[in-house]
């Protein structure tokens, strides 16, 4: 139980373009999940907390218009990058916060992470 | 304000025990976190502990002090396959993660 899916595992594309990263929690429902950026060789920096059915809470420094997050249902929630530049490459991760204990050794409230997206602009 | 410390690196010999230590200052406590990531990888759940007290789940063992703010991970028997980061990471009074910067962990054969 507790698995979470990322889409895609890998991007490239062009300067000024958007992409959309899509996080999904398989066998559970997530009433919050969670966007975390991590550049090369330091630790996760959250982005952003997503409410299903509410608006996203952006960290301080994040901009929300650039990071648009939907959390449509209780097993999806997407982040777009828009117009994005090469300084917005990194490894963006979701994770999803199961709401009742789904495996064992695992207590409520852990999140459970999706493979990660590495986003690379040119 | 809100500190997770841990060691940036730390190296040890294939088959040995090593332990790996956190401190926290966090505004409240609800439990804390140990997440393993391989490199190019998404962490991964390794242990919780919210209460005082040694968990223990096969190789690896988390302890927690609150009283001290400290908490370590106890790896043992170690295989080339532990090499990775080991996150801590503390769950404050809002049930947000309060994330370290992680320890690198090279292990020797």
């Known amino acids: 139980g507790a698995v979470v899916s990322q889409h895609p595992s890998r991007v490239i594309c062009k300067s000024g373009t958007s992409v959309k990263i899509e996080c999904r929690s398989l066998d559970f429902q997530a009433t919050t999940m969670f966007w975390y950026r991590q550049f090369p060789k330091q630790s996760l920096m959250l982005m952003a907390t997503?409410?299903?059915?509410?608006?996203?809470?952006?960290e301080q420094g994040v901009e929300k218009d650039k990071f648009l997050i939907n959390h449509a249902s209780l097993t999806l929630s997407t982040l777009t990058v828009t117009s994005a530049h090469p300084e917005d490459s990194s490894f963006y991760i979701c994770s999803a916060r199961a709401p009742t204990q789904v495996t064992s050794g695992g207590p409520s409230d852990t999140q459970y992470f999706g493979p990660g997206t590495r986003l690379t602009v040119l | 304000g809100q500190n997770i410390d841990q060691p940036t690196e730390m190296t040890a010999t294939e088959g040995a025990i090593v332990q790996i230590n956190c401190t926290y200052q966090t505004s409240g406590f609800n439990g804390l976190f140990w997440y393993q990531q391989h490199a190019g990888e998404a962490p991964t759940f390794l242990s919780y502990?919210?209460l005082d007290g040694l968990e223990e789940k096969g190789r690896f063992s988390s302890f927690l002090s609150r009283s001290k703010g400290y908490s370590y991970l106890l790896l043992k028997e170690l295989q080339m396959k532990d090499s990775a980061s080991y996150l801590c990471?503390?769950?404050?009074?809002?049930?947000?993660?309060?994330w370290g910067a992680g320890t690198k962990l090279i292990i020797k054969p």
């Open positions: 502990n919210v």
């Open positions: 997503s409410n299903e059915g509410s608006k996203a809470t952006y």
């Open positions: 990471a503390v769950m404050d009074s809002n049930y947000q993660l309060i």
